[in-house]
């Protein structure tokens, strides 16, 4: 049972927690000494120390949430508006500090740009209610237009067909939604989950590289502000987000990736869309290479499809399992519309490993597991096969 946040937690309680969740701390230590060392070795100690700062700031945001009382936590925020917002603001301050630190001319517009993105999604979920209206689904289409509408327009009629889309398939979803299911629809709730996930895929977030050539500032900082919404909405302890697994977890890890391989690899070649890859990594490049797709691609990507919307349709909807797994299967491949070349493949292939990890994440309730069946298809295809 989750204790609310009364005081400071004792040191028993600490140890306890820790004792429970040592993979994610041992996953932060990783990751943070290996950013600082690639920060420092290319940056110096001038860039590269602000940079390592703010990084363990977010991955401890991140990583940290699996140590949080999830419970205790929300009744603390929703006591006080200010400690609703007070995470939205601190990580865009954060991003202002780094811009400032790395000696970045000011823009005004990315500024605000940077502070919308991080406040409106919180706005969203802070009024969202168990509704279904006229007036929040027009909110969900604006939202999505203040996305997709502004911006350079795409280069090739797949990304205009691809944006075309996204834009309008919640219309239909929302219009078709069934009637007697409509006081569980959670739009609001819908709409930021949407805004989020569109902000990155659409690459809408003002350009901050923590390093020259590295990630992205604010494409880290979505994964801890999605995770607070979670938080705020009451959703967290639905993802399952524990680095604790049994051996059955194990076993369900194995069988799904040896069920995805079994279509992928006949399906890959048959097609021409998979062919051998032409160079090959050492192995602790590789193996940082692995922790880089599970913690910035897998784990967040399943966090959302998973553990947001396929939960969220599932409450809303109250369909069957299988169909709600194949339902957002289907949303995984659309997402992947917009992945060159043979556009058309590769969707197939990513509603089909949709398939398997949201099968790994309702076996074993824990989302971390299917992100790891996700981050092996992906650092397999990325170190065997091209396309």
Do not use: C
């Not at 929703?78 to 000011?106: E, I, S």
């Not at 834009?167 to 409509?182: D, E, F, K, S, V």
């Amino acid at each position: 049972m989750m204790r609310a946040l009364s005081g400071p937690p004792s040191a028993t309680q600490v140890w306890e927690v820790l004792a429970r969740e040592w993979p994610a701390l041992g996953i932060w230590v990783l990751a943070v000494f290996g950013f600082g060392w690639q920060a420092l070795a290319q940056e110096g100690i001038g860039r590269g120390l602000p940079a390592m700062g703010i990084f363990t700031l977010l991955m401890t945001a991140y990583l940290g949430s699996v140590f949080l009382p999830a419970e205790g936590a929300r009744r603390w925020a929703g006591a006080d508006v200010r400690r609703v917002y007070g995470v939205p603001f601190a990580l865009w301050f954060a991003g202002a500090l780094l811009g400032t630190l790395g000696g970045l001319p000011t823009d005004p517009p990315a500024l605000f740009g940077g502070l919308a993105f991080l406040v409106w999604p919180t706005a969203l979920v802070l009024h969202n209610r168990a509704a279904w209206g006229p007036i929040p689904a027009l909110v969900i289409l604006g939202t999505l237009a203040l996305i997709l509408i502004p911006g350079p327009p795409p280069a090739d009629p797949v990304g205009w067909a691809f944006r075309i889309g996204a834009g309008l398939w919640p219309l239909p979803l929302i219009l078709g939604w069934p009637a007697a299911t409509r006081p569980r629809a959670h739009l609001l709730y819908f709409g930021a989950v949407l805004f989020v996930w569109y902000a990155v895929e659409f690459d809408r977030l003002p350009a901050l590289p923590l390093l020259h050539g590295g990630p992205s500032y604010f494409h880290l900082a979505a994964i801890p502000l999605f995770l607070w919404l979670m938080l705020l909405s009451g959703r967290l302890p639905d993802l399952g987000l524990t680095f604790r697994w049994a051996g059955r977890d194990v076993l369900s890890i194995l069988v799904h990736l040896a069920g995805f391989a079994a279509f992928a690899l006949p399906f890959g070649w048959l097609t021409g869309f998979l062919t051998p890859a032409s160079t090959r990594l050492g192995l602790p490049e590789a193996l940082l290479r692995l922790l880089a797709i599970y913690l910035f691609i897998a784990l967040p990507e399943e966090i959302l499809f998973r553990g947001a919307l396929h939960v969220h349709l599932q409450r809303a909807l109250g369909w069957p399992p299988l169909r709600v797994l194949l339902l957002s299967s289907l949303l995984f491949g659309l997402a992947h519309l917009n992945n060159p070349p043979k556009v058309g493949l590769y969707a197939i292939l990513a509603a089909v490993a949709g398939f398997f990890y949201g099968r790994t994440y309702l076996q074993t309730g824990k989302v971390t597991t299917a992100a790891l069946v996700h981050a092996l298809v992906d650092w397999v295809w990325g170190l065997l096969f091209s396309r």
